[in-house]
């Protein structure tokens, strides 16, 4: 089992440059989410899913978009990048117990 | 907001000694999790401790639970080198149909060989 996969790994945008990140799991868990990871300020949920064709809000949401068309994959998008959306972003799987996590995308936007 | 704040922010020991790590957090919670960060990887799953437990062990990791005090603490015994890693409380607050988890801002810890 791959576990969660994240597509890119590392990627340079310029404000006001569009793309979309995706999360794919093979555990078959209805749970996924999207984080972003800033230095000193540990990881922030950004938005949710409970399950295909469902999404949510987390704490920090502005700026971005997310789809679940199918259960295994999770898709994170700006529309619009700037340079406040500069961090790491994890993707992860699970539920209440326990939550699986991607290795990462380093996203800049300069 | 972040609901969990671990401390200390950084703490450096010799291989072979104990490492704590505490975390402290604001709201009711349904369970705890502690989690590693290898840098420039993803978390890891540590262990869970639930709202009613007390005290958790898992080979060399115990973990305990104070509700009252609003805080847990993550001990890691008999250090080594591989520990060296960032550890982050998460915690799952109480409430029908939580799922979501909310980190501290995690404690790196380096055991220097």
């Known amino acids: 089992n791959a576990g969660v996969t994240q597509t890119p790994k590392f990627r340079v945008l310029k404000t006001g440059q569009s793309m979309t990140l995706l999360c794919a799991q093979d555990m078959n868990h209805e749970y996924m989410y999207w984080y972003r990871q800033d230095p000193g300020m540990g990881l922030r949920l950004i938005h949710y899913s409970v399950g295909e064709g469902t999404t949510a809000k987390g704490e920090v949401p502005d700026g971005y978009n997310v789809s679940r068309l199918k259960k295994q994959n999770f898709l994170l998008g700006l529309e619009s990048a700037a340079p406040s959306q500069t961090s790491v972003y994890f993707c992860?799987?699970?539920?209440?117990?326990?939550?699986?996590f991607g290795p990462g995308t380093r996203l800049t936007v300069t | 907001s972040q609901q969990g704040e671990e401390d200390p922010q950084a703490l450096s020991i010799q291989e072979g000694e104990n490492a704590t790590m505490n975390c402290s957090y604001k709201t009711s919670i349904n369970n705890l999790q502690w989690y590693r960060q290898n840098s420039g990887r993803g978390l890891v799953h540590l262990i869970l401790?639930?709202?009613?437990?007390r005290e958790k062990h898992s080979g060399r990791l115990r973990v305990t639970l104070d509700t009252s005090k609003k805080s847990s603490s993550l001990l890691i015994t008999a250090s080594r080198a591989a520990d060296t890693a960032s550890y982050f409380c998460?915690?799952?607050?109480?409430?029908?149909?939580?799922?979501?988890?909310?980190f501290g801002k995690g404690t790196k810890l380096s055991v220097i060989p």
């Open positions: 992860a799987s699970g539920g209440q117990r326990e939550q699986y």
């Open positions: 998460a915690t799952v607050s109480s409430g029908a149909g939580s799922y979501q988890l909310t």
């Open positions: 401790i639930r709202s009613n437990e």
